[in-house]
């Protein structure tokens, strides 16, 4: 028993230990400065704590027992405490005895095995590693193991008491956003130095944390007055950081509240509906540049032409941004349509296919007619929104316009849910012939789908236009479709709190990693194919596609009610609940 | 005039003829079942009526309107809804959305209605919920609204199907191996289930069943298929005597009163 608790804890140091290399190969270190290891040692404790409480079954969380699980965890700290120190002080002394390890491992700089020593970058150089220095090292790296031990213990203690009536966790998740927010806001006091020159960056991040804890505060409260009350407070908390943030923060939040409004809409159209649409691009892009044209058409030797001709001046704005959303909104709404009818017969991968392209195309349309579109110089000068002559173009109000779309977005989103329409898409999403046989039209259901997906898509599109003022068919890549699935997948497809986290773990996090910003893909990826495995249903998943991907959750069955001669209750389940 | 009126359906797969000019016609409030053999085509024939799939020749009358060349949605606006031979649930939703799925033909709302919850949209909502747990009542599913169509027992998930096309008000109801994989206590209380549809609701049914003690005791008519052809016709009496149904299919042991 013993054994296996050591062999365990081993298994697992190694792989805090390659988590902890990689991460140091990118140069995390030099970015976090002077907090380098206890930062470090805090995300392995984490990781300690994920692998310890094994897997997903709350079963196995309730299995071990504390000594070997303290075991397990002081071994895995131990063994990745030694592997890290042995590999720092395996590259301090190639670096002293003058070996170039740079070229082939770009980010091994002195900096960065000093800032996790806390030592000069000299000392490094010289190989004058401290005596002590790997010591600490490794005790503090034992000590991750063992918190993460005493995380579990922690979380099982708490679960007793059961989250849905009042138990502790509940009250804690309730109360984190709060507590977030003020950390926000106590952060952007002058007299606050906490983060040295990161301070910014760490703003931001707690931002976002705010912003995803509260969600799941919403899911934890009770429904009906309990989770009013907090909806408003929570409410009231968002409307208030765009006033505390600075510029490039708010810029962030900007961006990624647009793509929030952008991931409601696909999810319609994918979580909803289950069409599988790859060429979602399409509907930004026509959006942004329907915008365009109504407010800089003098920007288009072509439009401006055709309206010099009809004697209108083209040398202002046509209508105003607000005039602007309906028309842009219809514009792309007609656009999800004309994609629909051709793809009406067809199903998954040939949809995505099929959709694949029509997002390429759109985009090769705005790059080629250049009388209309002005080709790769793109459009410039799209006007800002203006509110009684008040201009809404800084990072601050487009955050806002982004907050209060993404709200409107989500509102239509959530009663679309719960409507017939709504079960009709769910219905067509699981089985398409039952859902025809069953009374629901196909073709105005998907053709819906599409359309309203394509009317979300084009108020961010024109939104954004107005951010950026300037848009060139590069900012519509396919990336950008790949972009929010994946965040609407992260997320957990189908769920409307799941697109907010989604863009600010997929659009937000990489601005706050800027500095190992080359590394990204890397790292979203083996994030993507990590949850994929562990929470395939996504970070914050809708009840119903919970219920699809496992067999937890739903209430247990009983057994048939007639069935007489006694069966093993789960007999039928077995086979039919596969995953 | 008879309710349903097929007129020599034809079905072709490649070579295989797998419903070969079948008449049938059933009244009105009547119980019609339709056996064969597997592979006789019985599946198929309720597939071509529901438009699932569209027969080569023949017409299909319903109350004298011709269903060839509707869509699956618009017939079950006609008013004919059927449950499947292997369940055929949406899983992952509710016992209760699965109703409201089946009265999708007879609510109106539109989805900016419900998006704006419009007055109308709200009661057409709770009159609809209303109705899904009445008709979850009917088939003897009280209670179990809110559970999930996957969890819920064998029993109860064939139960739901009969609610579901229940949802759409049809005139008829065709029913596709109702008690299969049912023992004799649930079977009996789905003959009692069907004969209530008839006697209560007044829905006509026309039933697909391997069961002859289902079919002999409580339909009205039974039709015989064989490789595609109706074989045989008439009073459940009259076919269990009918030398070419024993040959194809029946067996001696059901006119000794056994299941085949």
Redesign the interface.
């Known amino acids: 028993m013993r054994l296996r608790s050591v062999q365990r804890g081993l298994r697992i140091g190694a792989i805090a230990f390659a988590i902890l290399t990689y991460l140091i190969l990118i140069g995390l270190p030099t970015r976090l400065g002077s907090v380098a290891t206890p930062v470090l040692a805090l995300l392995t404790a984490l990781i300690f704590w994920v692998a310890l409480r094994g897997g997903k079954s709350k079963r196995a969380l309730a299995d071990q027992s504390p000594a070997p699980l303290a075991l397990t965890g002081a071994t895995a700290g131990l063994a990745s405490g030694l592997l890290t120190a042995a590999l720092i002080a395996g590259f301090a002394r190639l670096l002293a005895a003058g070996v170039n390890v740079q070229p082939y491992l770009d980010k091994i700089v002195p900096l960065n095995m000093a800032a996790l020593y806390g030592v000069m970058p000299g000392a490094v150089m010289a190989g004058e590693l401290p005596g002590g220095g790997w010591l600490w090292q490794v005790g503090l790296l034992t000590l991750a193991g063992v918190v993460g031990a005493l995380l579990v213990l922690l979380e099982r203690s708490l679960r007793q008491r059961t989250w849905s009536t009042g138990g502790a966790l509940r009250w804690l998740t309730i109360v984190l956003p709060f507590v977030l927010l003020a950390f926000v806001i106590w952060l952007g006091s002058p007299g606050v130095t906490l983060g040295g020159n990161n301070r910014g960056t760490l703003r931001l991040l707690a931002a976002m944390a705010a912003i995803g804890s509260a969600l799941f505060a919403l899911r934890a409260a009770q429904r009906g007055r309990e989770q009013r009350i907090l909806a408003l407070l929570l409410l009231i908390g968002l409307a208030y950081l765009p006033f505390t943030l600075d510029q490039f923060q708010n810029s962030v939040m900007g961006i990624v509240f647009i793509f929030v409004m952008m991931g409601l809409g696909l999810n319609i159209v994918v979580g909803f509906a289950g069409l599988l649409d790859l060429g979602y691009v399409a509907f930004f892009a026509i959006g942004a540049y329907v915008y365009a044209f109504l407010s800089a058409p003098f920007a288009s030797p072509a439009f401006s032409a055709l309206l010099t001709s009809l004697g209108v001046p083209a040398d202002a704005p046509l209508v105003s941004f607000w005039v602007a959303i309906p028309i842009t909104m219809l514009a792309a709404g007609l656009g999800g349509v004309l994609l629909g009818i051709p793809v009406l017969r067809l199903r998954g991968d040939y949809l995505a296919i099929v959709t694949l392209g029509f997002g390429e195309i759109i985009r090769l349309f705005m790059l080629n007619m250049s009388d209309l579109t002005n080709g790769p110089r793109g459009l410039l000068n799209v006007a800002p929104p203006y509110l009684f002559g008040y201009n809404l173009g800084n990072p601050r109000d487009i955050f806002i316009l982004a907050l209060l779309g993404a709200g409107v977005i989500a509102f239509a989103a959530y009663r679309l849910d719960g409507s017939r329409l709504g079960r009709a898409w769910i219905a067509m999403r699981e089985d398409e012939d039952v859902a025809q046989a069953t009374g629901v039209n196909l073709v105005q259901t998907k053709l819906l789908a599409f359309a309203i997906g394509a009317l979300f898509a084009g108020l961010a599109g024109q939104l954004y236009a107005a951010r950026q003022t300037n848009i060139f068919p590069d900012n519509f890549t396919l990336f950008v479709s790949v972009d929010t699935l994946s965040l609407v997948i992260v997320g957990g497809m189908g769920s409307i709190p799941g697109v907010v986290l989604g863009a600010l773990a997929l659009k937000g996090l990489p601005e706050v990693l800027r500095g190992i910003d080359e590394y990204r893909i890397v790292t979203f990826a083996a994030l993507l194919v990590i949850m994929m495995i562990v929470r395939p249903e996504g970070i914050l998943p809708s009840t119903r596609r919970r219920r699809e991907l496992h067999e937890e959750g739903g209430p247990a069955s009983e057994p048939a009610i007639t069935l007489e001669p006694a069966l093993p209750t789960d007999y039928r389940t077995l086979d039919g609940g596969k995953l | 005039m008879a309710l349903l009126e097929a007129q020599a359906v034809t079905k072709i797969f490649g070579g295989l003829v797998a419903v070969g000019s079948v008449d049938l016609a059933v009244e009105e409030r009547a119980i019609v079942s339709l056996i064969g053999p597997n592979g006789a085509g019985k599946t198929t024939f309720f597939n071509c009526l529901?438009?699932?799939y569209r027969p080569e020749e023949g017409d299909i009358l319903f109350d004298g309107v011709s269903l060839v060349g509707l869509?699956?949605?618009q017939i079950?606006?006609q008013g004919m809804?059927?449950t499947?031979q292997n369940i055929?649930l949406?899983?992952?939703?509710t016992a209760i959305?699965n109703v409201?799925?089946?009265q999708?033909?007879r609510?109106r709302?539109t989805?900016l209605g419900?998006?704006?919850?419009s007055p109308g949209?709200r009661r057409e909502?709770q009159r609809a919920e209303q109705q899904a747990r009445e008709l979850l009542a009917f088939v003897g599913l009280a209670g179990k609204g809110d559970?999930?169509a996957?969890?819920?027992?064998?029993?109860?998930q064939r139960l739901l199907e009969v609610a579901?096309a229940l949802g759409?008000r049809p005139r008829l109801l065709l029913l596709d191996e109702p008690a299969a994989g049912m023992?004799p206590?649930?079977t009996d209380?789905m003959m009692e289930l069907i004969r209530r549809l008839r006697n209560e609701l007044g829905i006509t049914i026309l039933l697909i069943e391997h069961d002859m003690k289902v079919v002999m005791s409580i339909s009205d008519r039974v039709s015989v298929l064989d490789y595609g052809k109706k074989i045989a016709e008439g009073h459940p009496d009259e076919v269990r005597r009918d030398p070419r149904v024993i040959e194809a299919y029946l067996g001696a042991g059901v006119l000794a009163g056994h299941n085949a």
Not at chain 2, 114 to 117: E, R
Not at chain 2, 150 to 156: H, K, V
């Open positions: 529901t438009g699932l869509r699956p949605d079950i606006a809804a059927r499947y055929r949406f899983g992952s939703m959305e409201l799925v089946g999708h033909v609510l709302s989805p419900a998006i704006f919850q949209t909502e559970m999930i996957r969890n819920l027992p064998y029993g109860d579901r759409s023992n206590r649930e209380a």
